[in-house]
């Protein structure tokens, strides 16, 4: 099932709270129910050459990189991402589900990293590498949930922020107020919840992608 316009939904939120599973729960669900869905993390999906070398060039952190080197990696990964893959996808109709996106750069290379988010925001918006999504589902799970479940091999973000947590949240907390526009959704993904989280995020993509598209909306993806 597709229509004139695209939309970008993008899942947020700390390591460990099951975002890249529940993600692709929800595509399999809104495939089975007829939807053309494309999946990609914040460094394209795994055919992306280009992604896959800048990803591991973070992953090595060579040469004692420091965070604005690796601000400007992800700026690089982020516009070769928009411009390869989730642009072409929302041309075509389809709906996209992005492992992270601009808010996460914001908070743990800008506020976390001390990069700074007004300039790291500056410098997104003058690049053409910033993006929010049209919808934001910030995930999150319960201290004891989080604890359970084995760091995903390629979430290269936050590994090395784990002892801070609660300033994590509060950076969260932060760009949300300041860049959000409203449209950000929590969702409980903590243990015994995948499911309900699932159930509760392809309801509001439906009802979301069929809003935009009864409006003639294209993707706010295409405004940056």
């Given at each position: 099932m597709k229509e004139q316009f695209?939309?970008?939904?993008?899942?947020?939120?700390?390591?460990?709270?099951?975002?890249?599973?529940?993600?692709?729960?929800?595509?399999?669900?809104?495939?089975?129910?007829?939807?053309?869905?494309?999946?990609s993390t914040a460094f394209g999906p795994p055919e992306s050459e280009l992604g896959q070398t800048l990803r591991q060039m973070v992953v090595d952190r060579k040469e004692g990189m420091d965070p604005n080197t690796e601000?400007?990696?992800?700026?690089?990964?982020?516009?070769?991402?928009?411009?390869?893959?989730?642009?072409?996808?929302?041309?075509?109709?389809?709906?996209?589900?992005?492992?992270?996106?601009?808010?996460?750069?914001?908070?743990?290379?800008?506020?976390?990293?001390?990069?700074?988010?007004?300039?790291?925001l500056t410098a997104m918006k003058t690049t053409g590498s910033y993006v929010l999504g049209d919808r934001i589902y910030l995930v999150g799970a319960d201290q004891a949930s989080r604890a359970s479940r084995k760091r995903a091999s390629?979430?290269?973000?936050?590994?090395?922020?784990?002892?801070?947590?609660?300033?994590?949240?509060?950076?969260?907390?932060?760009?949300?107020?300041?860049?959000?526009?409203?449209?950000?959704?929590?969702?409980?993904?903590?243990?015994?919840?995948?499911?309900e989280a699932a159930d509760e995020i392809v309801n509001d993509i439906k009802n979301h992608y069929r809003f935009m598209n009864t409006a003639g909306k294209p993707s706010s993806a295409f405004r940056t």
């Open positions: 695209g939309q970008l939904y993008v899942f947020e939120g700390m390591d460990r709270t099951g975002k890249t599973t529940l993600m692709n729960l929800v595509a399999e669900r809104l495939r089975e129910a007829g939807y053309d869905v494309r999946v601000a400007l990696l992800f700026m690089a990964a982020r516009r070769h991402l928009l411009q390869s893959y989730v642009r072409p996808a929302l041309r075509d109709g389809s709906i996209v589900l992005l492992d992270r996106a601009s808010m996460s750069t914001l908070v743990f290379q800008g506020m976390i990293g001390n990069v700074g988010g007004n300039n790291l390629d979430d290269v973000m936050d590994g090395d922020f784990e002892s801070r947590s609660e300033d994590i949240r509060d950076a969260f907390d932060f760009v949300i107020r300041e860049v959000s526009n409203g449209h950000v959704h929590a969702v409980d993904n903590s243990n015994g919840k995948l499911e």
